[in-house]
């Protein structure tokens, strides 16, 4: 069994040097996960024993709110970056701070790498070390195809550093290509919205593309995956160009296209609508078809597209309903797929697999 580990133990740790306690409760739960959240809206719902990690709050609202969600979930710790002020509401959560130039995800990863060797010999394995954690039944696996020159074990040791806690990546094959192969091991618990948001960051701050498989369980085939991973990677890079984390499953409805062979079955309805809306952006000086190309990209996030953009929630959602109002075609909800669809044909001339 792992021994018990207090939130005062892992701080001592000399790496989170600069990580300094704000505020502990008399009891605090023990830490057993760290879950890094760009805030409220984008964090998976806290679980009993998560240290927290978040960035600057976007607004007055955003730190009261993901306190409030910690204290519900009984999380461990919320950590802030310095000069960050807490609210005196949740005194049942711990609140620390650490240094300003550190990264979220570098800050994560610090708190990961301490509390790890207290927690997942106990989490996944008993009789396991914990470097063997990844041969557990039940760690979800997905390929990753990275478009450079660098070896694996460099692009592995690149992207570790902002890979949440529970995640391993390691090299796969031996490639004379400029395609490198690595399998991601994912613990049981590591929300998908953590990967992603991990992922893009590291290709966009490396200026790496890449390629993710879809997920799958130890004693499936690898070779599948892979294959699947360099599609991604392709088909992603011509779509978005470089700096950019392509996920299978997001691909499915570009990739349609090129298998079925058939694309002008959205021919009228790609130029119709399309046209409706450069025809408006010409004659009204708008940004509508970016502001939806953006929307789509970003998985429909909101947040993203107006940061992406540079606009407020509100005005993104004035442009959609201009949109909307403009093609007579729902651009959220269920009806966003015909979106999906144009913005595929739309790409096709430049994908070549």
Not at 44 to 56: H, K, L, T
Request: net charge negative.
């Amino acid at each position: 069994m792992a021994e018990p580990v207090s939130l005062e133990r892992i701080l001592s740790d000399p790496e989170l040097a600069g990580f300094v306690p704000r505020r502990i409760p008399t009891i605090p739960p023990m830490p057993i996960w760290v879950l890094e959240t760009t805030g409220p809206d984008d964090a998976e719902q806290p679980r009993p024993g998560d240290i927290v990690v978040a960035g600057e709050p976007r607004d007055t609202d955003d730190l009261p709110r993901l306190e409030a969600m910690c204290s519900k979930a009984c999380a461990c710790a919320l950590a802030l970056p310095a000069g960050i002020d807490s609210s005196n509401a949740y005194e049942d959560i711990a609140v620390i701070t650490y240094p300003s130039w550190i990264s979220r995800h570098g800050a994560a990863a610090l708190l990961a790498r301490a509390l790890w060797p207290f927690v997942a010999v106990d989490k996944y394995n008993e009789s396991a070390p914990a470097s063997t954690v990844a041969n557990h039944t039940s760690t979800r696996r997905r390929v990753l195809a990275v478009s450079s020159s660098t070896e694996p074990e460099g692009i592995a040791a690149a992207l570790a550093p902002y890979l949440p806690f529970g995640v391993d990546i390691r090299s796969l094959r031996e490639t004379t290509t400029s395609e490198r192969y690595l399998l991601m091991l994912i613990a049981e618990g590591v929300a998908p919205a953590e990967i992603r948001l991990s992922l893009r960051a590291a290709a966009g701050d490396n200026r790496l593309s890449i390629g993710a498989s879809d997920s799958f369980l130890q004693g499936e085939p690898v070779g599948p995956y892979v294959g699947r991973a360099r599609e991604a990677l392709l088909l992603g890079t011509a779509l978005f160009g470089g700096g950019h984390v392509s996920f299978y499953e997001n691909l499915y409805l570009y990739k349609a296209f090129i298998d079925d062979g058939r694309p002008d079955i959205l021919l009228s309805f790609s130029r119709d609508n399309l046209g409706l809306i450069r025809e408006w952006d010409e004659r009204h000086g708008s940004l509508l078809l970016s502001t939806l190309e953006t929307f789509f990209e970003l998985d429909r996030s909101f947040r993203k597209t107006a940061e992406r953009l540079g606009i407020h929630r509100h005005t993104l959602k004035s442009r959609l309903e201009k949109i909307e109002e403009i093609t007579a075609c729902p651009v959220r909800g269920e009806g966003g797929m015909s979106y999906e669809l144009i913005l595929a044909y739309k790409h096709l001339s430049k994908v070549k697999l």
